[in-house]
């Protein structure tokens, strides 16, 4: 198996924050204890999703040319921030500083690129217009009486993870649903909806929202999840098929959306992070074994390391509040999970997302974390 050594790559080793932000947790698919530096030459972009990469190539010391790729945050994420393919220009040159793969010494996650042109960037740089609207053209209140809500929308500073998160106090039957959880079950690695309430600001998605009189429509800018809230006291109806959607009515409180979600199928509340399972690497012998990833490390004196997995049952009900801020530009949420059989208490938390001018973008979703070298 290739090497950093055989590679002729420069490892500067450096104590840095573990990453927490990444839908796969990182610190288990990157050593983010390390920070390489490597240049070549640009073969193909794929800004898709749930993440880009940019291949190149690499001449080692033994002058013989290695196909390397890398690793960014998603492909929206990265076209909403006003990144292109023809940034990429194919056979210009790039420098790449970044975090190497624990297995694969041919792929790495990047933190900061530099083009033929001398730009730098890290990956959460933003490139030309950034995404405000005027707010003088925003009709704040709907003809109906009710806050108009409809548009698009995106978490703002999606990459600003210091808040508190919420957490998951379990039953023991909740215990006993975790129990075997792995990160290869995190329904994100196989392109799958999480739960509704983490997927709606996950990455900064731009999210788009159709309001009726007597239903309103929230499809997110993650994994495509489509939900429609009933404003008209209809129920759930009795050969529902359970879902990670459920089946969602709502009501307005004064100038609050009050939507009471059920009919959900089991799923993930907190998915378990981590790297892949089943990877296969090179032995000593020249033939093939299972690869284990290491355990997860604690996280930097101060630090905070990513939630344990939590799982909800079908008794699942979630409540969610809608509000707006004053001039309507904000849409604030506060949601409450409660699971009488996995959850020993609601499991609670709020979010906000900002009107954009940015349009939504079917998320496509197209992993490529396991395109690895053997």
């Avoid at 393919?85 to 210009?92: D, L, N, R, T, V």
């Amino acid at each position: 198996m290739l090497s950093l050594r055989r590679l002729g790559l420069t490892a500067t080793l450096l104590i840095m924050p573990l990453a927490a932000t990444a839908h796969h947790g990182v610190s288990g698919q990157f050593d983010t204890s390390q920070t390489i530096e490597v240049s070549g030459l640009i073969t193909r972009i794929s800004l898709v999703n749930p993440h880009a990469y940019v291949y190149f190539d690499v001449t080692d010391e033994a002058g013989d040319v290695v196909n390397m790729r890398c690793e960014l945050t998603s492909g929206s994420l990265l076209k909403r921030s006003g990144w292109t393919e023809e940034m990429f220009e194919i056979g210009s040159e790039i420098t790449i500083s970044g975090s190497p793969d624990r297995d694969d010494p041919t792929t790495c996650l990047i933190n900061q690129i530099t083009f033929a042109n001398g730009v730098t960037a890290d990956r959460d740089s933003t490139f030309g217009d950034d995404g405000s609207i005027n707010v003088a053209e925003r009709q704040i209140t709907r003809d109906d009486g009710t806050p108009n809500i409809a548009g698009t929308w995106a978490m703002e500073n999606a990459q600003d993870r210091s808040g508190p998160r919420p957490t998951a106090t379990l039953t023991e039957a909740g215990m006993a649903a975790v129990a075997d959880a792995s990160p290869d079950q995190n329904p994100r690695f196989n392109c799958e909806i999480t739960n509704l309430a983490m997927d709606w600001v996950f990455n900064g998605m731009v999210n788009e929202i159709a309001q009726s009189d007597t239903e309103i429509t929230l499809t997110y800018g993650f994994m495509d999840l489509a939900r429609t809230i009933h404003l008209d006291g209809s129920e759930m109806p009795a050969d529902f098929t359970p879902s990670r959607a459920g089946y969602s009515t709502g009501v307005w409180d004064g100038d609050t959306l009050v939507v009471t979600t059920t009919g959900f199928d089991e799923g993930w509340i907190m998915a378990p992070l981590g790297g892949r399972a089943g990877l296969v690497v090179d032995d000593e012998n020249g033939g093939t074994e299972d690869a284990e990833r290491p355990a997860r490390p604690e996280p930097p004196e101060g630090g905070r390391r990513g939630p344990e997995p939590a799982k909800n049952s079908t008794e699942l009900t979630v409540v969610e509040r809608f509000s707006l801020n004053e001039d309507g530009t904000v849409l604030i949420r506060e949601y409450a999970f409660t699971d009488p059989l996995y959850l020993e208490e609601p499991f609670e938390g709020a979010d906000e997302v900002a009107l954009t001018a940015d349009a939504y973008e079917p998320y496509a979703c197209d992993d490529l974390t396991n395109e690895r070298t053997e």
